[in-house]
């Protein structure tokens, strides 16, 4: 057995736990481009804004995310079988749809920096919600097989 067989369920409640700070934050941050929208560039609320927004991806959300795939690795490679499953194939598409979103959020948070949204707080407001949308499917995916039949 590998260690990564030997310590699956540490690996397991890790990467839970890595998931859980990941989403927190991607559900959060454009929740924050909502309010962001609607300052003027270069006032003091602009500024303030701006960081938060970089805290939280810098301190919470990349790490989370980088620990979330070390992890997530990890698991796999202590049951590589799972890879024949369905389901993991609906997980991993997920998992790259909300690492696409995470750098779609990173490259918005660049340009409220510069002064150069051009989005706006209703389109912040809609897609807030995408990642809990793909967490859904993931998770029912994961745990039932209506997903995979």
Do not use: C
């Not at 810098?58 to 499953?85: C, E, F, H, K, Y």
């Not at 790259?96 to 490259?107: E, N, P, Q, R």
């Not at 510069?114 to 994961?142: D, Y």
């Amino acid at each position: 057995m590998t260690w990564f067989a030997n310590h699956y369920d540490l690996l397991r409640g890790l990467h839970i736990i890595a998931v859980i700070a990941w989403m927190a934050g991607m559900l959060y941050l454009p929740r924050l481009y909502v309010y962001h929208t609607g300052t003027t560039a270069g006032s003091e609320l602009d500024v303030t804004f701006q960081i938060m927004e970089r805290k939280l991806l810098r301190i919470i959300i990349n790490p989370a995310m980088i620990l979330t795939w070390l992890l997530g690795l990890s698991l796999m490679a202590a049951r590589p079988d799972v890879l024949g499953q369905p389901w993991m194939w609906i997980k991993l598409a997920g998992v790259l749809f909300l690492t696409s979103w995470h750098g779609f959020l990173a490259g918005a948070r660049k340009k409220f920096a510069a002064g150069t949204n051009t989005r706006s707080a209703k389109f912040w407001r809609m897609t807030n919600e995408l990642p809990f949308l793909a967490a859904i499917i993931m998770v029912l995916a994961v745990t039932t097989e209506f997903l995979t039949r």
